[in-house]
């Protein structure tokens, strides 16, 4: 199994600009989230799915949007960067419980917006 | 929602010594305390979890501390070698929130 993959692992913008990250995961779980990485601030949840076609917001929603069409993908777009969206993005996923369980983590998308 | 403060930030400790990072958080409703390593370049990983109704956990070197009353638990790293060097973070529940992390450095 491959687990939990992210695609690109990196990536540069200009402010406005729009792009998609991907996300794609093998293991049938339920639960999918999206985690942004900033130095000092730990990871914060941006969006997350405990199922396809159900998506919520998390901690940092702002400027985000997300779909969960199937169980395997959960994409999330940034439809106008800004500099501020400069972080390491983590998407990570996890049985049905997910809040109470294990999450498996990808390897991480760095995007810089300039 | 949750808060989760994590402390220290950075920590050096010499090979073989103890390390020990530690969290507060804010929901007494959390059942839930994960701790993540994270090692350069990658994602984290679970390395050992406790829930509510257990107050202390150990896997060989790690072991978990948890105080419901103070809402304080601890992560714990015995006898620490150099590949123990990398990024911790503690989390609660509701919704996982993770503390700021602890860049643990081992010294040879």
């Known amino acids: 199994n491959a687990g939990v993959t992210q695609t690109p692992k990196f990536q540069v913008l200009k402010t406005g600009q729009s792009m998609t990250l991907q996300c794609a995961q093998d293991?049938?779980?339920?639960?999918m989230s999206w985690y942004r990485q900033d130095p000092g601030m730990g990871l914060r949840l941006i969006h997350y799915?405990?199922?396809?076609?159900?998506?919520d917001q998390g901690e940092v929603p702002n400027g985000y949007n997300v779909s969960r069409s199937t169980t395997e993908d959960f994409p999330l777009r940034l439809l106008s960067a800004a500099p501020s969206q400069t972080s390491v993005y983590f998407c990570?996923?996890?049985?049905?419980?997910?809040?109470?369980?294990?999450?498996?983590f990808g390897s991480g998308t760095q995007l810089s917006v300039l | 929602g949750e808060n989760v403060e994590q402390h220290p930030s950075t920590l050096s400790v010499q090979e073989g010594d103890s390390a020990v990072i530690k969290c507060t958080y804010s929901?007494?409703?959390?059942?839930?305390f994960p701790w993540y390593k994270q090692e350069l370049g990658k994602g984290p990983q679970l390395i050992i979890d406790?829930?509510?109704?257990?107050g202390e956990k150990k896997d060989q070197r790690i072991a978990v501390t948890l105080n419901k009353t103070a809402k304080h638990f601890s992560l714990h790293i015995t006898e620490t070698q150099p590949e123990d060097s990398a990024v911790y973070f503690c989390?609660?529940?509701?919704?996982?929130?993770f503390g700021a992390g602890t860049t643990v450095t081992v010294r040879a």
């Open positions: 990570a996923s996890s049985t049905l419980q997910g809040l109470s369980e294990k999450l498996f």
């Open positions: 293991m049938n779980h339920e639960y």
């Open positions: 799915s405990v199922g396809a076609g159900i998506t």
């Open positions: 929901d007494s409703a959390s059942n839930y």
């Open positions: 406790i829930r509510s109704n257990v």
């Open positions: 989390a609660a529940s509701i919704k996982l929130s």
